[in-house]
Every structure is written in C-alpha cells, then in structure tokens.
C-alpha cells in the first residue's frame, strides 16, 4: 500500500465575488426592484438619515461648548477672588468676557485674570474684598469672670 502525499493546490475564491454590491445591501429588497424613482428615495433616506446625525452631533457639540464654558467662567471668577475681588462674577459686570482671560491652551491664565481685576478695582474700589478679622466688637476670646449674682451685690460683697 503506497500513500501519495502530493498536495493539491487549493482554489482561492475572489471574497469580492461573493459579496454583494454595496448599493444591494444598503436598499430593503422591495427597493431593489426597477421602479422608477427608487434610487432617488433611497437617497433622499439616506440624506434624511445623514442630517439627523448631523443635528444630533450638532447638539451634542453645543451642549459640551456650554459646559466647558461654564467651567472656564466659574474658573475666572475664582482668579478674581483670589486676586481679591469680593464677587468674581462682577468682572462679567464690569465687561469682560471669558475668552478676554483665556491662555493659548483655553486654560485660565491668571495673569490676564490679575491684570483685569486691578483695572476693575482701580475704577470701582469699593468691590475690592476687604481684610477680615478682629475689628474691636462682639465675643473676645478673654474669659471674664463673674461674681456670684445679684445677691452678692445687694449684699455689699
């Protein structure tokens, strides 16, 4: 008994072959038929389609650009504080706007920040943040000490 162990070559099929035409799969089979205007419909669908994701990314971009605005703002008015205004929401009073206080990167720059704040303050000064503390009224931290009561000094005590 002799084996043969020649190999046999193996036909390759072309996958495109197989595959369907792009237009074939994108169309129900209803629409592959020969009607006429069926091509136009099945493009006016897809523009349809193409515009609502259009629209929903159009969103989508609009609601993160309010977001990251909001941040940017809320980070300024924070500078502000810090550079010694009583409000940071006042810069927005006096004028500014958020990109006025932008780095290249949309970061807040705090320079740009420091340099709008001394302008604001120099033109309205009563917005600056006064120094807080011990002012000369109210509680002090010193224990008092009390006498008995008013018996004592009805007393004489």
Same mark, same amino acid.
């Given at each position: 008994?002799?084996?043969?162990?020649?190999?046999?070559?193996?036909?390759?099929?072309?996958?495109?072959?197989?595959?369907?035409?792009?237009?074939?799969?994108?169309?129900?089979?209803?629409?592959?038929?020969?009607?006429? +205007? %069926?091509?136009?419909?099945?493009?006016?669908?897809?523009?349809? $389609?193409?515009? *609502? !994701?259009? #629209? @929903?990314?159009?969103?989508?971009?609009?609601?993160?650009?309010?977001?990251?605005?909001?941040?940017?703002?809320?980070?300024?008015?924070?500078?502000?504080?810090?550079?010694?205004?009583?409000? +940071? %929401?006042?810069?927005?009073?006096?004028?500014?706007?958020?990109? $006025?206080?932008? *780095? !290249?990167? #949309? @970061?807040?720059?705090?320079?740009?920040?420091?340099?709008?704040?001394?302008?604001?303050?120099?033109?309205?000064?009563?917005?600056?943040?006064?120094?807080?503390?011990?002012?000369?009224?109210?509680?002090?931290?010193?224990?008092?000490?009390?006498?008995?009561?008013?018996?004592?000094?009805?007393?004489?005590?």
């Amino acid at each position: 008994m002799t084996t043969d162990n020649t190999t046999q070559p193996i036909e390759q099929t072309d996958q495109a072959d197989q595959q369907p035409a792009a237009d074939q799969t994108d169309a129900p089979e209803a629409e592959r038929d020969d009607k006429p +205007g %069926a091509e136009a419909a099945r493009y006016r669908r897809r523009l349809r $389609d193409t515009e *609502a !994701d259009r #629209d @929903t990314i159009a969103t989508e971009r609009d609601t993160l650009a309010a977001t990251v605005d909001g941040y940017q703002r809320r980070d300024t008015e924070r500078a502000a504080e810090q550079a010694g205004m009583t409000r +940071g %929401a006042d810069l927005w009073d006096a004028g500014g706007n958020v990109t $006025d206080f932008l *780095a !290249d990167d #949309d @970061t807040v720059d705090p320079d740009r920040v420091q340099t709008a704040v001394d302008r604001v303050l120099s033109e309205r000064p009563h917005w600056r943040r006064r120094a807080g503390g011990d002012v000369g009224q109210g509680v002090r931290g010193v224990q008092v000490e009390t006498s008995g009561g008013w018996g004592d000094v009805l007393r004489g005590a």
